[in-house]
T-cell receptor
Framework: NAGVMQNPRHLVRRRGQEARLRCSPV?????VYWYRQLPEEGLKFMVY????????ESGMPKERFSAEFPKEGPSILRIQQVVRGDSAAYFC???????????FGQGTRLTVV | RKEVEQDPGPFNVPEGATVAFNCTYS??????FFWYRQDCRKEPKLLMS???SGNEDGRFTAQLNRASQYISLLIRDSKLSDSATYLC????????????FGTGTRLQVFP
């Protein structure tokens, strides 16, 4: 009974490279959320997706960030041309329906050097 | 006004104490409410959902006050292992209904 799986757990990228973060939701869950957390700060909402649809991306930076949740396969958060300020923990959560409780993966810790 | 507001704390309490956290939310259309717990550098974990009638799970009691738009969490007989950050979570209501997290209240239980 696998929970939310995120990979990689740790990712190091040089400035200007691309970072791809993957999230496989709980089996049967069709809703995925991505959050970013800086050290000593709270979770900041980034994007909310359902299968093949972006429902709310109001928390996504306008440039360099994109997310998808295809019909098959994991959800992907993509950060192009990373900068030092992108270093953070990125958490993915999934839920079975709108408004239901969400379950989190262990996160991907991105470090930009 | 923030969508979800919590006192950041820290709350420092001795073992065995009772401690209560409050959280206020701004969107009266919100319908789902939760408390999560987050340990240092770990993922948030669902502690309990919050129902209109209030609900209890062992030493934990959650209450919802829709009129005043706040929810509360009461922890009785605090244990050292309760030390963590407690996150208030509200669904956004409206068209997108995303889950919105408060910044958390930090609890430290000491011997």
């Amino acid at each position: 009974n696998a929970g939310v799986m995120q990979n990689p757990r740790h990712l190091v990228r040089r400035r200007g490279q691309e970072a791809r973060l993957r999230c496989s939701p709980v089996k049967g869950h069709s809703h995925v959320y991505w959050y970013r957390q800086l050290p000593e700060e709270g979770l900041k909402f980034m994007v909310y997706l359902q299968k093949e649809n972006i429902i709310d991306e109001s928390g996504m930076p306008k440039e360099r960030f994109s997310a998808e949740f295809p019909k098959e396969g994991p959800s992907i958060l993509r950060i192009q041309q990373v900068v030092r300020g992108d270093s953070a923990a990125y958490f993915c959560a999934s839920s079975r329906q709108t408004g239901a409780e969400a379950f989190f993966g262990q996160g991907t810790r991105l470090t930009v050097v | 006004r923030k969508e979800v507001e919590q006192d950041p704390g820290p709350f420092n309490v001795p073992e065995g104490a009772t401690v209560a956290f409050n959280c206020t939310y701004s969107n009266s259309a919100s319908q789902s409410f939760f408390w999560y717990r987050q340990d240092c550098r770990k993922e948030p974990k669902l502690l309990m959902s919050v129902y209109s009638s209030g609900n209890e799970d062992g030493r934990f009691t959650a209450q919802l006050n829709r009129a005043s738009q706040y929810i509360s969490l009461l922890i009785r007989d605090s244990k050292l292992s309760d030390s963590a950050t407690y996150l208030c979570v509200v669904n956004g209501g409206g068209n997108t209904d995303k889950l919105i997290f408060g910044t958390g209240t930090r609890l430290q239980v000491f011997p």
